[in-house]
């Protein structure tokens, strides 16, 4: 993100801690169906077309710090297996042995040059090649190039990296961020480290899960004990890039003590200031703060509509590794699950429980959530259905 932007950016939410809440953003009130969480025919085809025909955003290039390193990853649904080759080359493949189908190699990460699959050992090289065939002679005769590992469309850029788990056709990833390269170039990625990852189960449709991170309407309610602390409520950024979204917050301590210590906006430090939140469609909360950025990737859980896994990554800079040496990684998942976990998904789990008893038709979003009127809108023209629109009043 470019400084004119940070400060733009700043000076909104200047304006809007100074006045006890910021401008409002949406056209109006939207009516959004709650069968969207519940219907099983719906959850089949989104599955199909968001979780196997898109290009999806996995994780950093720093999920494979070097060359010869691995990383398997089974969130999607299909089994995935990320490498990068002797060359520094990224690739993906569906993680499925030519032999009987077995998966080659359990979830997780790791280095190795190659990969035996646990059932018989036909063994598979990082670029995917079979290099070979155990008790060869016996199996039969096999030409082993027609064998390789299934490839999967894949892109690195911006330290970002890209996989599309559907064989065929290329990522164009400055096109699926839509504008956002300044940013994603802007945050130095590669400078990030893999510190550690988790997954959260949440008993909530995954458009669900994702919706909680759409608006800060809820911070002084929900969060009034945890994040109401740090980050004001009812005050945020608002900008879409193509089918992303990015909003910003604003950090109270730092708020409080630099408006009054450093009045000129172009002396502020943009990111020890603020909590920037991206959705990065379809399924992606990419969070980055001072210390941290943290990849949220948002899945259905099987066919259950009503079920989600939250698959939570992050990665630190040197200097906040240093900073936070050792207890870092269980408190920031501690912080984020008490939060997200206990207060946003069990709140989402108890919509869902409206949605199953079908005892209301809609819910509405107001004015000031317009996240959640763009991140439906772009389920929706992914799948070609109708758009939701934003009216006048509701009555
Ligand atoms: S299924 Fe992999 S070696 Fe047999
Ligand atoms: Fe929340």
Redesign the pocket.
């Known amino acids: 993100m470019r400084i004119e932007e940070q400060q733009r950016l700043l000076s909104i939410l200047k304006t809007g801690f100074d006045q006890g809440g910021g401008e409002v953003y949406g056209d109006g009130i939207v009516r959004s169906p709650l069968s969207d969480f519940t219907c099983p025919d719906l959850l089949a085809e989104e599955r199909r077309v968001f979780f196997r025909e898109t290009p999806l955003f996995m994780g950093l290039s720093t999920d494979l710090p070097d060359n010869g390193t691995y990383w398997a990853d089974s969130q999607t649904g299909l089994p995935i297996l990320m490498t990068r080759d002797e060359d520094g080359e990224f690739h993906a493949f569906a993680n499925t ?6 998966q ?1 190699v359990p979830d997780g990460r790791g280095k190795t040059p190659r990969f035996s ?6 063994t598979y090289s990082s670029r995917g090649n079979l290099i070979a ?2 008790r060869e002679q016996r199996f039969g005769a096999i030409e082993k190039s027609r064998f390789s590992l299934i490839e999967l469309p894949a892109a690195e850029r911006h330290g970002m990296l890209w996989v599309k788990p559907t064989p065929g056709g290329a990522i164009n990833v400055d096109e699926c961020l839509g504008g956002l390269e300044d940013d994603m170039a802007h945050w130095d990625l590669p400078a990030h480290a893999y510190a550690a990852s988790q997954v959260v189960p949440a008993n909530a449709n995954w458009k669900l899960a994702v919706d909680t991170f759409g608006e800060n309407y809820h911070f002084d309610v929900l969060h009034r004990k945890t994040l109401a602390n740090d980050i004001r409520g009812n005050l945020q950024t608002h900008d879409i890039f193509g089918r992303n979204y990015r909003m910003v917050f604003a950090l109270v301590q730092r708020f409080e003590q630099l408006g009054e210590a450093t009045p000129n906006l172009n002396e502020w430090p943009f990111r020890s200031m603020t909590l920037s939140v991206y959705f990065i469609y379809p399924n992606t909360i990419f969070l980055v703060d001072a210390a941290a950025v943290d990849v949220v990737r948002i899945f259905p859980d099987g066919d259950n509509p009503g079920r989600s896994r939250t698959a939570h990554s992050f990665y630190i800079t040197e200097r906040a590794r240093r900073h936070f040496a050792g207890h870092l990684f269980e408190e920031r998942f501690e912080g984020f699950n008490a939060v997200v976990q206990k207060e946003d998904y069990n709140m989402a789990a108890s919509t869902q429980r409206s949605a199953d008893a079908g005892i209301q038709a809609e819910v509405l979003f107001g004015r000031n959530e317009p996240a959640l009127l763009h991140y439906h809108n772009m389920h929706r023209s992914g799948l070609g259905r109708p758009l939701l629109e934003a009216q006048a009043s509701a009555g």
Do not use: I, L
Request: proline share 7%; with cysteine.
């Open positions: 042995c030519r032999h009987r189908g077995a080659v699959c646990p059932f018989h050992a036909w065939v155990n």
